[in-house]
């Protein structure tokens, strides 16, 4: 499996959430905002790491970021 399509691989947000170091009720809150890009099939709601990522991206322009974030675990 090449790099860009494992970050294209859908994960769930509990999944983001252990990777990135958030916890999965804020990435929720982020996706039910329409913050972070994700889907919601079912009960349960799936990004991707890219997607993730972007959002991380987005916060450092504001401004607004966590110091230590997690580097993704491979």
């Given at each position: ?7 294209a691989?859908l994960i769930t ?5 252990d990777?990135y170091?958030?916890?999965g009720?804020?990435?929720r ?6 913050r972070l890009?994700a889907q919601?099939?079912?009960?349960q ?18 401004g ?11």
């Amino acid at each position: 499996m090449s790099k860009d399509s494992k970050k294209a691989e859908l994960i769930t947000l509990s999944q983001a959430a252990d990777t990135y170091g958030y916890s999965g009720d804020y990435l929720r809150r982020l996706a039910e905002k329409g913050r972070l890009k994700a889907q919601k099939f079912g009960y349960q709601w799936l990004t991707t790491a890219d997607d993730v990522e972007t959002f991380l991206v987005s916060r450092e322009r504001r401004g607004v970021y966590k110091k230590r974030v997690a580097k993704p675990r491979k």
